[in-house]
């Protein structure tokens, strides 16, 4: 059974860093095909896509992580992380990690496996 777990949120001053860190559990990265990724949930509005990262060690962002948020990846440790830096207030909202057991990498809501997700506040 997989199981995600993020971490790593909090409140933030605007122009402050944090980095997210979602511990997968129910697969090993070292010899899986998946693919993982950061979304996130501003209140009022749907869930978008931040960055995604595969086995292969793959990455992509969307243009709102372009330059100030970057996916990785510790295989040993089974954890995705999303380090983010100049921190905007329209940056606040729940961060979640999701993942799917298959080469297939897209920013879609149907990824079978969803972490509770952790909340950040940028205030200005």
Known sequence: QVQLVESGGGSVQSGGSLRLSCVA?????????????WFR???????EGIALIDQNGWRDRKEIAAGRFTISQDKSKNTIYLQMSSLK???????????RLSPYCYYTADYPNWGPGTQITVSP
């Open 25 to 37: 559990s129910g697969y090993s990265f070292a010899s899986a095909t998946y693919c993982m990724g």
């Open 41 to 47: 949930q501003a209140p009022g509005k749907e869930r």
């Open 89 to 99: 207030p329209d940056d606040t909202g729940m961060y979640y990690c999701a993942a």
